[in-house]
């Protein structure tokens, strides 16, 4: 047994090995399929749940299309999370029997059971309907079609009883789907509808505010003020999408009492998930803060995203700083950094790796930002200079709040203060990328060498996204300037400062540089790890933009638009 010491608390280790073998088991599978079990690699240990005060009542860790991996459910589970989600996109229906399907391979719910865990899954309405050329068409969706509401009803009565039975609750969403169901009238109906049956069931049931557009919002929340006081309310902690500098969702603490569920995403969909380290505890700290000085009464953490997740990356202590804290442990961040670092890296390197991963978040946020707002969307590649639709993102922060009007005029008209003000921020994200793999370097003898390597990568990842983003916003900032000069020799001093910027990102793209290196392999703790090369963004990528943002700089591109 090995006990760690972290700040005021104690962390109890009954497995201290950090790497076991390789150990596979080969069970049937739907459909006649093999299923390789992967190896549980978390070690057992616990945290004094409780120990500062009470713990949130819901702590869930949500997985995205109803992919899991057992060692992130084990992980959260001995962190003091009591739940697991599981995110169904699109088709309500098709997602759901995949989810079975691979249920009945994986066996995830009787895991997640077997560990205290309940389990819920998204639903999406209206989903599956039929189309208005069929026969079996219901008619327009509407709050007063019964037909429509009694072919819902029997979807839920058989989805409860025998499609996915054992699952302990559903989590309405209502958009992204075939119909949206943010009418006011039309949610209401639906979500008691879905009340009563998860009741007849004893089931429970979660209603998510999430939606696109403010009108929407509008409606859903006049919804929400007519629901069941004891319903349960999920909100994201931002407003619509993610984003480093999101303000605080409005929603929060405005559920008229109900219990209300925070969404986190620490895997980083918006972010550049495990390609970069992006420690985000400050910033967890901050919303969750506000979160529970509005009454919110749990967390939903999403951990995993496509090939990515939070498992044994640096990106893990955003799992710790949530888990921790909703489960009363501690609200202190050193206590949170300690805890997790002594764990994974042991003693000697905890307090060099700490100050080597503190600044990520600034770093990352510098990554995806132009000052409040994201640039463009920040999932794909990135925009070209000339692109018209940067700033106006549906989660864009102007959309959601006023106050952040007059920033979006000035990074739209590409004012010189803001441009100014901007410059700054990403010098200082530069100074703190470069620092960051420079306390590293004072770590790497207390680390194993793939420890060492892993964080390398993460470090070395956030340096170069940073100089090729901060060039791209830079030239973004100076288009914008240029087209609304008013004067010649304005608009040709801009246009001229365009050329340096896209030089820079050349450079970063140059032979000689560390996106022309081959990755080295590396198997440790349970998978491949491709290391020693920046993840997430290619030379060829790069050289594309480049050429491209050539085109702008002489007049010769044609913008077009992105925006979601």
């Excluded at 009542?57 to 899991?68: N, T």
């Excluded at 919110?296 to 990515?308: E, K, L, P, S, T």
């Excluded at 956030?462 to 030239?475: E, G």
């Excluded at 910027?501 to 560390?514: P, T």
Aim: net charge neutral; hydrophobic share 45%; aromatic share 8%.
């Amino acid at each position: 047994m090995l006990i760690v010491a972290a700040g005021l608390f104690t962390l109890i280790v009954y497995v201290a090995i950090r790497h076991r073998p390789e150990q596979v088991a080969v069970v049937g599978g739907g459909g006649g399929e093999a299923f390789v079990e992967p190896p549980i690699v978390v070690p057992d240990f616990s945290v004094p749940v409780g120990r500062m005060r009470l713990p949130l009542p819901y702590r869930i860790v949500s997985f995205h299309r109803g992919r899991a991996d057992k060692n992130l459910i084990k992980l959260a589970a001995q962190l003091g999370f009591n739940g697991v989600q599981f995110q169904i996109e699109g088709s309500t229906e098709g997602g759901v029997q995949e989810f079975v399907q691979r249920d009945a391979r994986e066996h995830l719910i009787d895991y997640c059971h077997k560990l205290g865990m309940k389990v819920t899954v998204w639903v999406h309405e209206m989903s599956d309907l039929p189309p208005s050329e069929s026969r079996n068409y219901l008619g327009p969706v509407a709050a007063d079609n019964e037909k429509l509401f009694a072919f819902l009803d029997e979807r839920y009565e058989r989805m409860l009883t025998k499609t996915i039975p054992t699952i302990d609750g559903l989590v309405l969403t209502v958009v992204e789907t075939q119909v949206r169901a943010t009418d006011a009238q039309i949610l209401e109906r639906l979500a008691k509808m879905l009340a009563a049956k998860c009741a007849k069931h004893n089931k429970s049931l979660i209603v998510r505010t999430f939606v696109w557009y403010p009108g929407e919002f509008r409606d859903v929340m006049a919804a929400i003020g007519r629901l069941a006081p004891n319903q349960v309310i999920m909100s994201k902690v931002v407003p619509q999408d993610w984003q480093m500098r999101g303000t605080n969702a409005p929603e929060i603490g405005a559920v008229g009492g109900r219990p209300q569920i925070i969404e986190y995403d620490v895997c980083g969909e918006y972010f550049h998930k495990s390609n970069v380290a992006n420690c985000m505890v400050d910033l967890l700290k901050r919303q969750f803060d506000y979160g529970l000085s509005k009454g919110a009464q749990g967390i939903c953490v999403r951990v995993d995203r496509g090939d990515a997740s939070v498992l044994f990356e640096p990106n893990e202590v955003n799992l710790w700083a949530l888990g921790l804290m909703a489960a009363g442990v501690t609200d202190k961040a050193d206590d949170i950094w300690a805890m997790w670092a002594n764990w994974r890296y042991g003693s000697a390197a905890a307090p060099l790796v700490i100050n080597a991963l503190k600044s990520t978040s600034l770093v990352v946020t510098e990554i995806t930002s132009l000052g409040p707002f994201t640039f463009g969307d920040t999932r794909i590649p990135p925009p070209l200079p000339d692109d018209p639709d940067i700033l106006l993102m549906n989660w864009q922060n102007w959309r959601w709040d006023a106050d952040y009007l007059p920033a979006y005029y000035a990074a739209d008209r590409g004012d010189l203060a803001f441009i100014t003000q901007v410059a700054k921020q990403k010098q200082v994200a530069a100074k703190a990328a470069e620092d960051c793999l420079a306390y590293l370097e004072l770590a790497r003898t207390h680390l194993p060498p793939a420890e060492y390597e892993i964080l390398y990568t993460r470090l070395l990842t956030n340096q170069t996204q940073l100089a090729t983003k901060s060039a791209m916003q830079m030239a973004t900032l100076y288009y914008r300037a240029m087209i609304h000069a008013t004067t010649q020799a304005q608009r040709k001093a801009w246009r001229e400062a365009m050329r340096p910027e896209i030089d820079r990102v050349r450079l970063v793209a140059g032979e000689g540089g560390a996106l022309g290196r081959e990755p080295m392999v590396v198997e440790h703790m349970g998978r491949k790890w491709q290391l020693g090369v920046p993840t997430g963004l290619t030379r060829q990528a790069l050289e594309h933009w480049a050429a491209e943002a050539d085109t702008v700089v002489t007049g010769e591109h044609i913008p077009h638009s992105t925006a979601k």
